[in-house]
């Protein structure tokens, strides 16, 4: 009986909660982070990132990044000349990757979002690597993706359109077979985040015929996923009345129709909803007004960190080097300091009927995951959808002719091409 009575109570122990993390010295870590050698500097950034993407979601997680936020890890909170942000622009090419790497596991995270908006010069400072970089470089695709995710807050929307963002991803994405599939789907994804404000709108009727060109022939690509964002975008725009009337004279419908015949039931869906959003003849007095930057962000996307935060690791240790959470442990222990925040979200109000474009603010990784939870609690949503359930840890290859002979864009094609 004994033994029985032991077992059961095994039976129903609950799970351990994952423990917290120790606290560190976050003066001392600022400091080496600035002042540091260059591998040094890159084998803390490595640490400091692993310990918030290793992280356990839930209050480990929270708590990590509410330490790194409370104490000011990244110095968004001043303008000084020496800063943690500054390492964006070190001449050692691994610094300048591991900054963008941490800074887009902020973006991830949306306390981590409101953290980075606090510094005036972060954004301004990110596009300018974004165009500076080499393309495809894994320093480029993670500025990319923090920029995508900080699109998700409106003044951000704002500033990056301000700042000729849309029309200088409308020319990068003319030729995709240069660019990688994160490279492609984050940059749809911001453009599409862009598109849905009045001022985005507006800047691309100064260019309607280049942005309904590259959009359609992005309806072509093979990477399925980047379709929501662009169906997102094209029926956005064409809210405006002089984008209708270009794509109406370029023979947008046609083409739109060749996708309906190839496209899945879902995605078809949308097509007819952008076609009907072309052929209508109301205008969007929405537009005239969405730009009051007093409306309060409604960020609905869920804290997800993807798995090529951390991948193609360029820092392996040497013989006898701490790494990770033991140089983090052994060098810079704190003092106690945990404070736990509450979380405040888990996939509030962000089911939309897939049926229609979308009308909100996604990034790419949220999108995977809402669609993954949706799968379980809607019939609305099918099984074999192009979403992915999580990206794949390696670096998606940067491809050459990649653009199938498909959906009216090759020279044999009955598809009429804009």
């Known amino acids: 009986m004994a033994i029985f009575t032991s077992h059961i109570v095994l039976f129903y122990r609950k799970p351990q909660e994952a423990p917290l993390l120790p606290s560190l010295d976050y003066e001392k870590l600022k400091k080496d982070l600035v002042y540091g050698s260059d591998r040094l500097k890159t084998l803390l950034l490595q640490a400091l990132r692993w310990r918030l993407t290793h992280s356990r979601p839930g209050e480990q997680r929270d708590t990590v990044l509410q330490a790194y936020i409370t104490n000011d890890l990244l110095d968004c909170y001043q303008n000084g000349q020496r800063n943690v942000l500054q390492l964006l622009h070190s001449k050692h090419e691994v610094v300048r990757q591991y900054t963008a790497r941490i800074i887009n596991a902020f973006a991830s995270l949306a ?3 409101v953290y980075l908006s606090q510094n005036p010069h972060l954004l301004r400072s990110l596009e300018e690597t974004l165009k500076g970089e080499e393309k495809d470089s894994i320093t480029r695709e993670n500025v990319l993706g923090c920029l995508q995710k900080l699109s998700l807050r409106r003044p951000m929307q704002s500033a990056m359109i301000k700042d000729g963002l ?43 015929s ?27 725009i064409l809210a405006v009345p002089s984008i209708r009337e270009e794509a109406g004279a ?53 804290d997800v960190l993807e798995a090529d935060l951390d991948k193609d690791e360029v820092v392996q240790p040497q013989a006898g080097e701490l790494t990770g959470e033991k ?21 509030p109000g962000i089911l939309q009927s897939i049926d229609e474009p979308l009308q909100r603010p ?20 099918n099984p074999s959808s192009s979403f992915r359930v999580q990206k794949l840890s390696s670096r ?23």
């Open 111 to 113: 306390d981590g979002r």
């Open 362 to 381: 996604v990034t790419p990784s949220s999108h995977r995951a809402v669609h993954t939870v949706s799968d379980n609690i809607t019939s609305q949503v």
């Open 210 to 236: 280049l942005v309904l060109k590259v959009l359609s022939d992005l309806l072509g690509h093979e990477n399925h996923e980047i379709r929501p964002y662009v169906n997102g975008a094209l029926y956005s």
């Open 396 to 418: 998606p290859p940067t491809r050459s002719g990649s653009r199938p002979a498909t959906a009216g864009f090759s020279a044999s094609s009955t598809c009429k091409h804009i």
């Open 166 to 208: 849309i029309l200088w991803l409308v020319q990068e994405l003319k030729d995709t077979d240069r660019l990688s599939d994160y490279t492609v789907e984050y940059s749809v994804a911001l453009l599409m985040n862009l598109c849905l404000r009045s001022a985005g709108k507006k800047m691309c009727s100064k260019s309607a």
């Open 327 to 347: 140089l983090l442990t052994t060098e810079y222990l704190g003092i106690m300091t945990h404070t736990l925040k509450v979380r405040k979200r888990m996939f």
């Open 250 to 302: 370029m023979g947008m419908q046609e083409v739109l129709r060749c996708f309906i015949k190839e496209g899945n039931q879902d995605m078809n869906r949308q097509i007819e909803f952008i076609i009907r959003q072309l052929n209508s003849e109301k205008f969007d007095e929405a537009a005239e007004s969405d730009d009051d930057e007093e409306v309060e962000d409604e960020e609905e996307e869920d």
